[in-house]
C-alpha cells in the first residue's frame, strides 16, 4: 500500500510539464524507476473534452517516443505556416486542372447515384456471330427491326447439335476437350 501511495505522490511532485499546443492542451513528462530502468513518461492533460484528434502530429511523435525533444513554439508555427501554404498551393493547382478541362472541353461527368439502366439489346447481340461458322448474319432488305421473316424463321428453326457423351474410351470428361458430333 505505502508504494501505491509513493508512486501517487511522485505522480504528482516529480512531473514537469514540458509545452502547451494550439488548443491548449499540455504535455507533461517524468523519470520513474521500474525494475532498476529509469523509463521516462509521456502524456497529455487535454484542455476541455478529451479529444485525440486535437492533439498535432508533433506531439503525437514526442508522446510516442519517435522524437527524443518536444517541439519548440518556433518550430510548431513554422509547420503550420508550412501547411498553410500546401493548401494554398492545392487549391491553387485543382483550379488551374479545372480550368484546363474546362478549356478543352473534358471536365468529367458527374453520375448519379441512381438506378442505371443496362445496355440494349440490340448493341449486346451485335457483338456475337450468330452462324455456326462465324460469318455475320444478313439481314433480309424489306425487314424492319423485329419483324419475322420466312427466311429468319428457317434459320432459327435450324437444328442444334447436341452434346454426347464420349463413348468406349474410359477417360472422363475434360473441359475444353469436346469434339461436336459427325
Not at 479545372?98 to 440494349?120: F, L, N
Not at 457483338?127 to 421473316?149: H, I, L, M, N, V
Amino acid at each position: 500500500m505505502s508504494r501505491l501511495l509513493a508512486r501517487i505522490a511522485g505522480f504528482f511532485s516529480s512531473r514537469t510539464q514540458v509545452g502547451v499546443d494550439k488548443a491548449g492542451n499540455r504535455y507533461f513528462t517524468r523519470t520513474e524507476e521500474l525494475d532498476g530502468r529509469m523509463k521516462e513518461k509521456r502524456w497529455v492533460v487535454f484542455k476541455g473534452e478529451q479529444d485525440p484528434t486535437s492533439v498535432p502530429v508533433e506531439w503525437i511523435c514526442w508522446l510516442n517516443g519517435q522524437r527524443k525533444i518536444a517541439p519548440t513554439p518556433e518550430e510548431i508555427a513554422e509547420l503550420e505556416a508550412r501547411r498553410e501554404r500546401v493548401k494554398l498551393n492545392v487549391a491553387l493547382l485543382k483550379k488551374e486542372e479545372k480550368e484546363k478541362r474546362a478549356k478543352e472541353g473534358t471536365i468529367p461527368k458527374r453520375t448519379s447515384s441512381g438506378i442505371v439502366g443496362g445496355p440494349d439489346l440490340k448493341s449486346f447481340l451485335r457483338q456475337f456471330p450468330s452462324g455456326s461458322e462465324g460469318d455475320k448474319r444478313q439481314e433480309p432488305t424489306g425487314a424492319k427491326d423485329g419483324e419475322r421473316t420466312k427466311e429468319t424463321e428457317t434459320e432459327e428453326a435450324k437444328p442444334v447439335p447436341e452434346y454426347s457423351e464420349p463413348t468406349g474410351s474410359g477417360k472422363s470428361f475434360r473441359p475444353g476437350t469436346w469434339q461436336p458430333p459427325t
